[in-house]
């Protein structure tokens, strides 16, 4: 992180925020109560009167253009696969191929057949699953972790979300935990933790394209 974004970092306006259309309890004077003269992504992340899921929204919509989203699925889905022993490798590539199409260099072929080969990793994960549930606690942590980590990456691919390899990916992970092992406190506990790292994440990958737009100049 340079000078500029620790000093002058982007400040978010009412007319953007407005712009991507939020839900309607989000009117105009109320995001303007809650943005006031313009709010920066990391003071957006850290609101404490908003909650979780409406500040990653605004992340996500406001703050990020097509390519920050993509690289967001592919850190969320990265993280919840990282939550399994054996991760089935299609999903790994259909991630890798996913962060490649974001950086130019990968075709909207290469792309089609990744996500499709994520699809079958899901059927066979969502099969075993159901087939031999596994009752250890770890796996508690997993599926909600993993959980937050899809829908984030379903948001995160806001115009492209059924094509996005990466949020089949993150699934590869929700549907491979043991969905009946879940003890509530557990999957709080996990989602918090998921959900706050999302937050600071999604703040990171704003922040740093913002310093590279300005070094650009």
């Known amino acids: 992180m340079n000078a500029y974004t620790e000093t002058h970092p982007r400040r978010y306006t009412v007319d ?12 105009p004077s109320r995001v303007g109560e809650i943005v006031g003269d313009g709010l920066t992504a990391r003071e957006i992340a850290a609101l404490d009167n908003l909650p979780d899921a409406d500040r990653l929204w605004c992340l996500i919509h406001v703050c990020m253009d097509d390519r920050q989203r993509r690289y967001f699925a592919c850190d969320c889905a990265e993280r919840a696969l990282a939550l399994l022993d054996n991760p089935d490798p299609r999903s790994v590539e259909a991630v890798a191929v996913t962060r490649r199409f974001a950086d130019g260099l990968a075709t909207d072929e290469e792309l089609n057949a990744a996500r499709a080969a994520a699809h079958a990793a899901v059927r066979d994960a969502a099969r075993d699953a159901a087939r031999d549930a596994a009752r250890d606690a770890a796996w508690v942590a997993a599926r909600a972790a993993a959980r937050a980590a899809a829908r984030a990456a379903a948001r995160a691919a806001a115009r492209d979300a059924a094509r996005d390899a990466a949020w089949v990916a993150a699934w590869d992970a929700a549907r491979d935990a043991a969905w009946d092992a879940v003890r509530d406190a557990a999957q709080d506990a996990a989602w918090d933790a ?3 790292w999302q937050l600071g994440r999604a703040a990171e990958i704003i922040e740093t394209a913002e310093a590279g737009k300005e070094d650009a100049k």
């Open 16 to 27: 953007e925020i407005i712009a991507a259309k939020p839900c309607g309890k989000y009117t």
């Open 194 to 196: 998921a959900r706050e």
